[in-house]
């Protein structure tokens, strides 16, 4: 019996792009990540341009959408594209802005929950943030309209269309209503 070798982020981070694929690394292994509904890419974007003016106006830290990979635990490797982050201004590294993959984990990590993603697998990434030191993680879920928020203590709280979803004390002030985030259709 052979023994595969385990791909590190670095092996990662130097492989050639693939057009109109996207990969993560889970446990030194390469996982496709099949194209996203467009429906899930608006969700994204919506929470993505909120968040990004919010952070930016206030100093608070970045804001990316989806495309961006964090290291989020080296061995065995896990690289992780979340489909929006938030990184908070002191967690920027001194010498700055990584022309790699991000280093760490992201502070809040948003997942929009797409018709072929299945319950285990979102449980898996959601635990894979929160172990590495993510402080939010939002899992979006468009058929049902809401937001489930996971923090560190392993509470998870689901947010219905009625209610608001905030930032907490990661990204301070940063309330938007969660029927909001659904409204993605420019003809209503």
Not at 30 to 44: K, R
Not at 62 to 89: K, Y
Request: negative net charge.
């Amino acid at each position: 019996m052979t023994a595969t070798k385990l791909m590190t982020a670095e092996d990662f981070w130097m492989m050639p792009e693939v057009p109109g694929r996207q990969f993560e690394l889970v446990d030194g292994e390469l996982i496709e990540m099949p194209g996203a509904a467009f429906t899930h890419g608006l969700i994204a974007a919506v929470l993505y341009r909120l968040m990004f003016a919010f952070a930016t106006e206030r100093g608070l830290g970045i804001t990316v959408p989806d495309g961006v990979a964090f290291v989020l635990q080296h061995d065995p490797a896990i690289v992780r594209v979340p489909d929006t982050a938030f990184i908070s201004i002191d967690r920027i590294p001194e010498d700055g802005i990584p022309s790699g993959f991000f280093p760490a984990a992201p502070d809040i990590a948003v997942e929009v929950v797409s018709a072929n993603d299945r319950a285990n697998e979102v449980d898996a990434k959601v635990e894979q943030y929160l172990q590495a030191g993510t402080k939010l993680v939002w899992v979006v879920w468009p058929d049902a309209q809401a937001v489930t928020v996971h923090t560190p203590d392993r509470v998870a709280r689901r947010l219905q269309s009625h209610e608001s979803l905030d930032g907490a004390d990661v990204l301070p002030g940063f309330v938007v209503h969660v029927e909001h985030l659904f409204d993605v259709d420019p003809r209503r």
